[in-house]
């Protein structure tokens, strides 16, 4: 859309994002209006991303995706930072997906690229690993995510600081497609790992840790997240990482290789021990080669998946018994809620997607 405000500025507004473009002498060159975008220093040809607004007001989050994702930013929740790294937001309180409470600025990898012929959910768009009965249908099997990060911030308050994701930002995840009927007992829409990042307002470091959800229907009472940890604690732990954990600020790396049925993961941080699992996700056989006889004997084997990478705040403002529900202080407003702490903040410097490597 273009249109002239009453100032007598060109306003040339693309998706969320409105690009000043002439008002009397200050005007722009193209290169220099569209310079300032994380596409601009991050290959995002294979990414849409989810925002916690809804600043079209059709009452549903806001998402951007491939095409117009590489010309876009939002001031407050996605963009570049002085250093050229890609910043995501999410507030405490905001606007969220489908019926969850907790907001994101969060990639969703889309295999499509510019074809919007292909589904989102489409096989096309998505991958599998190797004991799919489909998997030639897919547009690859496994994949491999490499990122370098630093987290900002998360929320400094929780209305039930001892539930579990009180105090946690999730900065990667494998998700799985959420299928409706679960044909053939899958498609529940679970994740073979998500990436956490958890530090408690008293504490000097947070800990970084690694959960693996049980693929289990949602009412199955041990559909439950196991943790491992990487440096300091679970989030079954409270007690201060001490020298062992991250601080704030402090940069991370981390692999998420999944090739043909095993997903391979590398944590690195300097002054930090290298960390390494292998799990089998076609099973039910755990990182430590013992058998959970609670999960799903075929693991992951009948799911399609696709990779996450950002800002996801478990620290949510919903009030409610459920363990998920943490009643962190959120108001809405940006500047207030930034002021006060209530939200989580992570800057990437690296992010790239490739094809699955074998790991000897």
Request: aromatic residues 10%.
């Amino acid at each position: 859309m273009i249109k002239i405000s009453k100032n007598n500025c060109l306003i040339v507004s693309i998706g969320l994002t409105c690009f000043l473009t002439a008002c009397g002498a200050n005007l722009k060159s193209a290169q220099e209006i569209t310079a300032a975008v994380p596409a601009d220093n991050f290959d995002l040809r294979y990414w849409k991303v989810t925002l916690p607004v809804d600043e079209d007001n059709n009452g549903k989050v806001d998402e951007v995706d491939v095409k117009a994702l590489q010309i876009f930013s939002h001031p407050d929740f996605f963009y570049l930072d002085e250093n050229g790294g890609m910043v995501f937001t999410s507030p405490n309180k905001g606007a969220t997906t489908s019926s969850l409470a907790s907001t994101r600025s969060e990639l969703r990898q889309m295999n499509r690229g510019l074809n919007t012929k292909i589904g989102t959910h489409a096989p096309a768009n998505n991958v599998v690993i190797a004991a799919n009965k489909k998997a030639d249908q897919f547009s690859s099997i496994g994949g491999k995510l490499n990122a370098t990060l630093k987290i900002n911030a998360v929320s400094l308050r929780a209305g039930y600081p001892d539930k579990r994701p009180a105090y946690t930002v999730v900065i990667a995840q494998v998700h799985s497609g959420k299928i409706k009927g679960n044909p053939g007992g899958y498609g529940f829409g679970n994740q073979p790992i998500k990436i956490y990042y958890k530090k408690f307002p008293g504490h000097d470091k947070g800990s970084i840790f690694w959960n693996y959800e049980r693929n289990l229907p949602r009412n199955d009472p041990n559909r439950i997240d196991i943790s491992y940890p990487v440096w300091g604690n679970t989030w079954l732990n409270k007690t201060d990482p001490g020298t062992e954990g991250i601080s704030l600020g402090e940069s991370l790396s981390y692999e998420i290789n999944i090739h043909e049925n095993m997903m391979h993961l590398t944590f690195q941080s300097e002054g930090h021990p290298d960390v390494k699992y292998s799990v089998d996700i076609s099973n039910n056989v755990n990182p430590y080669g013992k058998v959970d006889k609670l999960d799903n004997p075929g693991g992951y084997t009948g799911d399609w998946f696709y990779f996450k990478a950002g800002a996801y705040n478990e620290c949510n403002a919903k009030d409610a018994p459920h363990f998920v529900y943490t009643a962190c202080p959120g108001t809405g407003d940006w500047a207030t809620d930034k002021a006060n702490g209530d939200f989580a903040s992570v800057t990437f410097s690296k992010l790239v997607v490739s094809d699955s490597t074998p790991v000897i």
